[in-house]
């Protein structure tokens, strides 16, 4: 099976990594100079839980990709304000057998990409994995996760491929779980990125850090209100408490709660723009709607987009 990965940041190189690991055929394509100049010199050299592990890996921009590579599956980690414009610019790797597996974080991209493949190709993703980037090519990689995932099409063939797909991440690691319920777990974690990102992004702090200011949980629990309340009115049934319950998670400082969320990473670390838009901006997207009020996921994407301009982030 041949492996595209779209998208080499954190995530993407992780889940590069475990499968180069395991001597799978992978490829990555991204749209960062820096990330694919350092994994071309030096390969992925990966803080794994603390030891210092490296691999070789093809690399490729994504406006100049090998034209002869055709993927089997396509792994999508871009930025989802960057997903259009990549799926598009790399069109010549997907044949109509390519499945798409997409991990992105957010919500509202099915759409994106049902305007591109047929429901059959396509893999929605729920990932719990962590990762980070120490700089260009150097992700930062600890803990241990899972992903869940769930085919769109519906006929046996659509649910065989999911299958075989849990089965390869199953084999390297990855730990792939077959769910049904993918939406619920999709909105779960929205619970989390619509708090964590948001806030450590504009406080400029660790998750752990924000739960011990308990200014903070007001804040928290009304974001995770507006999710929930949307969740519920597209079918999607959620318990408030147990959200609430779920995202208090994140403050553990021995497990999760000494990590920077991937928008602090972009927009403090790197100086890039963010997924504000398909996270609390989503949110507010479609609170609009369906007529569910949603003015702190609103006021929230306002925040992040003020400090963007005002940090000249690109």
């Known amino acids: 099976m041949k492996i595209v990965i779209l998208g080499a940041g954190g995530m993407g190189s992780r889940f590069g990594l475990m499968l180069k690991k395991a001597g799978k055929d992978v490829t990555l394509l991204d749209g960062w100079d820096k990330n694919i100049e350092a994994i071309r010199e030096h390969g992925i050299r990966a803080n794994y839980n603390g030891e210092e592990v490296q691999v070789d890996i093809d690399i490729y921009p994504i406006d100049d990709v090998d034209p002869d590579l055709k993927a089997d599956l396509l792994i999508v980690f871009t930025k989802a304000m960057q997903l259009e414009d990549a799926i598009q610019a790399t069109r010549s790797i ?3 057998q390519t499945k ?12 994106i990409l049902r305007k591109y493949f047929d429901d059959e190709q396509i893999v929605l993703g729920n990932t719990m994995w962590t990762a ?3 700089g260009p090519g150097r992700p930062k990689l600890f803990g241990n996760g899972y992903v869940n995932l769930l085919n769109l099409g519906k006929s046996e063939e659509a649910t065989a491929a999911a299958k075989d797909i849990v089965a390869l991440l199953d084999e390297v690691g990855l730990n792939g779980v077959y769910e049904k319920e993918i939406f619920y777990l999709i909105y779960k974690k929205v619970c989390v990125n619509a708090t964590m990102n948001g806030l450590c992004t504009i406080l400029e702090c660790n998750m752990a850090d924000l739960g011990d200011a308990q200014a903070s949980h007001d804040l928290i629990n009304q974001l995770v209100k507006e999710v929930v309340d949307v969740a519920n009115a597209e ?3 959620m318990d408030l408490d147990e959200m609430i319950d779920h995202v208090g998670e994140c403050f553990n400082r021995e497990t999760i709660g000494g990590h920077f969320p991937s928008m602090y990473q972009d927009l403090i670390t790197n100086n890039r723009l963010t997924e504000i838009d398909y996270i609390n901006g989503a949110v507010a997207q479609k609170g609009e709607k369906l007529n569910v009020p949603t ?3 609103q006021f929230l ?5 003020t400090k963007e301009q005002l940090l000249g982030a690109k």
């Open 295 to 297: 003015p702190y996921n």
């Open 100 to 111: 798409v597996l997409c991990l992105m974080n957010g919500i509202g991209y099915d759409d």
């Open 132 to 134: 980070g980037l120490e």
């Open 301 to 305: 994407t306002s925040l992040v987009h």
């Open 235 to 237: 079918g999607v049934e």
């Open 94 to 96: 997907v044949t109509d």
